[in-house]
């Protein structure tokens, strides 16, 4: 029997989830529960260590000599400052590791012991606090020492360590087996003296008395779960008081027996387990108990919970229940936000109800048409049943009429009852198959839908007419508007008719409806919200039509059952997979389960009221939950999260814990990941929601509903973060996500090491090419730079030759003149005209200076050759008494000082016109000089008046070689030059006569 209370602690019913060896539990004997800082419980049995994040089940065992029983834990798991856990087994103690997940087991050094028990461990000292057989015993986890610190009671059992204000153990607790306890003080670690209480003649009739566990409160208050009840003692005062008196409703029915466990809860209230009495709910401000639960609901399912050994109450106000030999049963306390009535005493016992109705006196009555009609009031308590023996038939559908007379529907009558002196009267009707839907027309006249046909009843002087108003093929639902019109739901249409004095005019039929099993009015006046099988559907009234209303989750595609509208306009939708609440607003819709407190997850179709106090009231297979729905309110914490398993490739698992990594490192060949996440929410596991994102991977985060699971195959080398969020139970997500961040190595050939191993390579292989090619570069010029200094030696050579035959050639034509003058010289010394030798003298020798220091360059401007030729012209007019004139000209587009022709070019021209051209001549001679350009080219021309070259042709004793001279000159100093270096012209009249000579040197503009 489940008896259920309104406290500001427990709002409803709870559900329980059953773990057990079908969910992975090692053994179904489990005397220790506890959890680790990241909120996952760990279940001490007698095979070993249960791991339970709400998802996965992972079992633990030692690694000794299991002949000694050293898988039989007998202990919780304490936590070092490293995360790893201790826990202890009969003959041994056990680390396991937080990051690799195996266990290391060792005995006792400092004794033989065959029953340890680890009981608290000291986080500032890192010492384990041990009852090894009957010594206490301090481990410490960090350096492996053990210290002995005195011997506790014999036949101690269990111990608990009992705090001073400061947190520091000043005390022990010890259970023993069959009856009392004891507490030892300690004085500096170590056991001073014993107290014994409860056990002997001093403790009168509380003498012997069985304690098999003990709840320290505080260092004045210790309870004791015991078979007298519970004791509330205090160890200053030796006073203690047994709390055995319950709530008056509890009483009748509570012959309380043996209690086994405390587990405290909110500061106010203590959850008690027994071994006949089930679970108790002891309030200590009232000072009685208050809630009693001998069955549990494991979804739409009953169990037995009369014994229970150990209880529980984590972190997150989830209860846990250990039932030797059958398992845990854990629920979440607050997670219940209904409360359920009618719900079945027995498991044959069958309340399934189809309807539900409201009086004037606010009372409810329910069809439940395998047992009968109930009546409860507005809490729920059953004040009256109609049995079916009485009705000799199931009533399947009430229906509550304006002058608050509640009508029953059967399956082939119909009743009218009366709710202030519950009297039936049955109206004898036709041969019907089943009345589904009744709805009143006006305040005598009223619709009746069967499955074949509609009938009008009409109430006259307490008399019943019934009438036949049309024949149907299935006919299903039957409801009308403000406006009177009739809609008839028929399979998969709803036809809608006009009805005035008895006669129906059909305005419209509607396909494609499905199955419409409630209908609730919506906030506009012109539309209706309708509960179809084929999902909420809104009906406008105007046009005759419906549209579908859609979610983004596509829950309000479901087939509801029925549907009520609460004071602030949202929805409440029954289904065969819970309850369901929209908020047409948003657009937001919430499920609710069995964890909610739930009747079941199936609910029935039109069987539900609103209330006139604002509570809503469903009807479904285990009963009716009641509730208002403005207390109806969500888990708010956020779950912590967890990367439960990680395979690799699909096939290899993860070796170690992945929830203690921060990041992981892959090889290329181990880069198709599966992450397996879960958040460690225990009120309802299977609702917890997740998504993802792998940054460096995903544009965008994956909804991975509640699955749970992320697989990511032939991840690119990189660096990636891999993101997971959960929601609770009730859809609260977490803010912060889980994080885990993966490398995934390159393959050898494209690591940095390799590249750079590359880079070098090539740097090596260019730079031995580069110093090969500047080796080659620089043995070709050194053979190009041999060969040049060959060829500019040979050059030099060659110029030196050239130098020495030109000068060589320029000596050959300086004798002539030289022998010429030294004449002139000596014709006036012997006329003794010695000034004019004199001064002849002096030019000679100025002239003979000039020509030794022109000799020795090849070429000179322009300038300086004139000066020469001036200089060598005024000594020759002195010679021949000036009987010629002379005249040089310079082109103007010529820069005298820049431009340069050979050393003496001109001379040997001028010379010969002087001596040649010009000695016969009877007047005045004239020469000629000029430079010019033209056609790119320097000329350099002589030109005089004489008698020309005709005449000397016939002289035989002249010869000239000066044309041969300078010709070579100008082949040595201008080797490569393919054109004409020198041309003579005959000048000539008209006649034939000859006018002199012209001689023309062509030279490049630049020398």
């Known amino acids: 029997m489940l008896f259920a209370f309104s406290l500001a602690a427990q709002t409803g019913d709870l559900t329980f989830h059953w773990l057990n060896q079908s969910t992975g539990l090692s053994e179904l004997t489990n005397a220790y529960i506890s959890e680790n800082t990241e909120g996952v419980v760990w279940l001490s049995s007698n095979d070993g260590l249960n791991r339970y994040d709400g998802k996965n089940m992972s079992v633990f065992l030692s690694n000794l000599d299991?002949?000694?029983?050293?898988?039989?834990?007998?202990?919780?798991?304490?936590?070092?400052?490293?995360?790893?856990?201790?826990?202890?087994?009969?003959?041994?103690?056990?680390?396991?590791?937080?990051?690799?997940?195996?266990?290391?087991?060792?005995?006792?050094?400092?004794?033989?012991?065959?029953?340890?028990?680890?009981?608290?461990?000291?986080?500032?000292?890192?010492?384990?606090?041990?009852k090894a057989d009957s010594?206490?015993?301090?481990?410490?986890?960090?350096?492996?020492?053990?210290?002995?610190?005195?011997?506790?009671?014999?036949?101690?059992?269990?111990?608990?360590?009992?705090?001073?204000?400061?947190?520091?153990?000043?005390?022990?607790?010890?259970?023993?087996?069959?009856?009392?306890?004891?507490?030892?003080?300690l004085t500096d670690n170590a056991i001073s003296h014993d107290e014994t209480f409860f056990k002997g003649k001093e403790w009168g009739a509380m003498a012997d008395l069985p304690i098999y566990n003990i709840h320290i409160e505080s260092d004045t208050v210790i309870w004791l779960p015991s078979s007298r009840g519970l004791i509330r003692f205090n160890p200053t005062n030796?006073?203690?008081?047994?709390?055995?008196?319950?709530?008056?409703?509890?009483?009748?029915?509570?012959?309380?027996?043996?209690?086994?466990?405390?587990?405290?809860?909110?500061?106010?209230?203590?959850?008690?387990?027994?071994?006949?009495?089930?679970?108790?709910l002891f309030d200590k401000q009232q000072e009685r108990f208050v809630r009693q639960d001998t069955t549990a609901w494991l979804g739409n399912r009953l169990m037995n919970i009369n014994r229970i050994n150990n209880i529980y109450v984590d972190k997150n106000d989830n209860l846990w229940l250990s039932i030797w030999e059958k398992g845990v049963l854990h629920t979440h306390i607050k997670k219940s936000k209904f409360n359920s009535y009618l719900k079945p005493e027995n498991y044959k016992d069958n309340r399934i109800t189809t309807a539900i109705v409201e009086d004037k006196n606010q009372n409810l009555w329910c069809a439940v048409p395998e047992v009968g009609v109930f009546q409860l009031d507005k809490t729920g308590k059953l004040l009256h049943t109609i049995e079916r023996s009485r009705l000799n038939e199931k009533i399947g559908s009430l229906f509550c009429d304006n002058?608050?007379?509640?009508?029953?529907?059967?399956?082939?009558?119909?009743?009218?009852?009366?709710?202030?002196?519950?009297?039936?009267?049955?109206i004898n009707t036709s041969d019907v198959h089943g009345y589904n839907k009744m709805v009143q027309i006006s305040d005598n006249q009223f619709l009746v839908l069967s499955l074949f046909e509609l009938m009008s009843f009409t109430v006259q002087n307490d008399q019943f007419v019934q009438k036949t108003m049309m024949s149907l093929n299935s006919g299903h639902y039957l409801f009308c508007d403000k406006s009177k019109r009739i809609f008839i739901n028929s399979e998969n249409s709803l036809s809608v008719y006009a009805f005035e004095k008895n006669n129906f005019t059909l305005l419209k039929r509607i396909e494609g409806v499905g199955y419409i099993n409630g209908v609730t009015n919506h906030p506009t006046s012109d539309t209706m919200w309708l509960a179809s099988s084929k999902g909420l559907l809104c009906l406008n009234l105007q046009k005759i039509n419906y549209e579908v209303v859609n979610d983004s989750q596509r829950e309000l595609s479901k087939a509801f059952n029925h549907i009520l509208q609460d004071k602030n306009g949202i929805l409440w939708l029954s289904s065969n997979a819970g309850l369901f609440k929209y908020q047409p607003a948003t657009g937001s819709v919430k499920q609710y389960t069995e964890s909610d407190g739930l009747q079941s997850m199936q609910f029935l179709p039109n069987s539900g009221v609103a209330l006139r106090d604002g509570t809503l009231a469903f009807g479904g297979v285990n009963g009716i939950n009641i509730f208002d729905p403005n207390t109806v309110r969500n888990l708010t914490f956020e779950p912590a999260i967890q990367i439960a398993t990680l395979k690799i490739n699909d096939v290899k698992r993860f070796e170690g814990h992945v929830n203690a990594f921060k990041n992981l490192v892959f090889t290329h060949d181990s880069n198709t990941l599966t992450f397996s996440f879960v958040a460690v929410d225990y009120s309802d596991p299977a609702k917890n929601r997740y998504k993802y994102f792998l940054s460096g991977y995903d544009k965008d985060t994956v909804d991975a509903n509640t699955e749970g699971v992320a697989r990511y195959a032939n991840l690119p080398a990189g660096d990636y973060v891999f993101n997971v969020w959960a929601t609770n139970s009730d859809g609260v997500w977490a803010k912060n996500p889980k994080q885990l961040a993966i490398k995934i190595l390159p393959p050898w050939y494209q690591t940095w090491q390799f590249r750079l191993f590359l880079t070098l390579l090539a740097m090596g292989i260019v730079y031995a090419y580069y110093r090969n090619r500047?080796?080659?570069?620089?043995?070709?010029?050194?053979?190009?730079?041999?060969?040049?200094?060959?060829?500019?030696?040979?050059?030099?050579?060659?110029?030196?030759?050239?130098?020495?035959?030109?000068?060589?050639?320029?000596?050959?034509?300086?004798?002539?003149?030289?022998?010429?003058?030294?004449?002139?010289?000596?014709?006036?010394?012997?006329?003794?005209?010695?000034?004019?030798?004199?001064?002849?003298?002096?030019?000679?020798?100025?002239?003979?200076?000039?020509?030794?220091?022109?000799?020795?360059?090849?070429?000179?401007?322009?300038?300086?050759?004139?000066?020469?030729?001036?200089?060598?012209?005024?000594?020759?007019?002195?010679r021949f008494e000036k009987s010629f004139s002379y005249k040089i000209n310079v082109d103007d587009d010529i820069d005298p000082d820049e431009m340069r022709v050979p050393t003496m070019l001109l001379q040997p021209f001028v010379e010969n016109a002087i001596w040649h051209g010009l000695s016969n001549k009877s007047d005045e001679g004239l020469v000629q000089i000029s430079f010019y350009l033209e056609n790119e080219r320097l000329i350099c021309s002589v030109q005089d008046n004489g008698s020309g070259r005709v005449q000397k042709k016939h002289d035989p004793n002249h010869v000239s070689k000066a044309l041969s001279i300078t010709e070579k000159r100008l082949k040595y100093l201008m080797p490569d030059s393919d054109s004409k270096l020198l041309e003579i012209f005959d000048l000539k009249d008209p006649q034939g006569n000859a006018l002199g000579t012209k001689v023309c040197v062509y030279l490049p503009p630049t020398l």
Request: contains cysteine; hydrophobic residues 40%.
């Open 135 to 185: 010594f206490l015993v301090l481990f410490n986890t960090f350096t492996q020492a053990e210290k002995v610190c005195g011997k506790l009671p014999a036949n101690a059992v269990r111990s608990y360590p009992i705090f001073d204000a400061s947190g520091r153990v000043k005390a022990v607790a010890s259970s023993f087996f069959y009856s009392g306890f004891s507490i030892s003080y």
């Open 403 to 426: 002058q608050q007379r509640i009508w029953l529907l059967g399956s082939q009558n119909i009743y009218l009852l009366n709710p202030a002196s519950r009297t039936l009267k049955k």
């Open 238 to 280: 030796k006073t203690y008081r047994v709390f055995n008196t319950f709530s008056e409703r509890l009483s009748q029915n509570l012959r309380l027996k043996t209690l086994t466990d405390v587990a405290a809860f909110q500061n106010r209230y203590l959850w008690v387990s027994s071994v006949s009495n089930g679970l108790l």
């Open 66 to 130: 299991k002949d000694k029983n050293t898988t039989i834990v007998t202990s919780k798991i304490f936590e070092d400052n490293q995360k790893n856990s201790w826990f202890s087994t009969v003959y041994a103690l056990h680390c396991l590791s937080y990051t690799q997940q195996n266990v290391q087991s060792q005995a006792l050094k400092s004794g033989k012991y065959s029953d340890i028990h680890a009981f608290h461990f000291d986080k500032t000292t890192q010492n384990l606090w041990l």
């Open 774 to 878: 500047i080796n080659q570069i620089k043995k070709a010029e050194a053979e190009k730079r041999k060969e040049a200094e060959f060829k500019q030696k040979e050059a030099e050579y060659k110029q030196l030759i050239a130098e020495t035959e030109t000068a060589v050639l320029r000596l050959q034509m300086n004798p002539h003149f030289i022998f010429n003058s030294l004449n002139s010289i000596n014709s006036y010394m012997h006329q003794k005209d010695m000034d004019t030798a004199s001064d002849y003298l002096t030019r000679f020798a100025k002239l003979m200076r000039t020509i030794l220091i022109l000799s020795e360059t090849p070429f000179i401007p322009i300038e300086n050759e004139i000066q020469f030729l001036e200089s060598y012209l005024k000594t020759e007019a002195m």
